[in-house]
């Protein structure tokens, strides 16, 4: 695992490529705009992380966020390598459940 860390790489992918995982849980289009501002302000320092047909593991508010400033390209990590139950366990561990009650 620890030679998968060091092998990774960061790709510019054009945004109409990526997709939003459709039962993502978090409904956060309020914090849409505190992200732009993020991202004016640093600029966008933390890739996606994508499957390859472009379906978006984690990074949802960072996409939309540059959907709305109309940035054309953003940095993004494959996580193919990732077992469905793997990409199932990270997006239970970088969104808790208890984030939705």
Request: glycine letters at 4%.
């Amino acid at each position: 695992m620890a030679s998968q860390a060091l092998t990774q790489s960061i790709e510019l992918w054009r945004i109409e490529r990526l997709v939003e995982y459709p039962r993502n849980p978090r409904k956060n289009d309020t914090a849409v705009d505190r992200m732009c501002a993020s991202i004016r302000e640093f600029g966008f320092k933390i890739p996606c992380l994508v499957r390859g047909d472009g379906e978006v593991v984690d990074g949802h508010l960072r996409l939309k966020a540059a959907r709305k400033l109309g940035i054309t390209e953003i940095p993004v990590i494959l996580c193919d390598e990732w077992t469905p139950a793997q990409v199932k366990a990270f997006r239970l561990m970088v969104n808790p459940p208890c984030q939705y009650r």
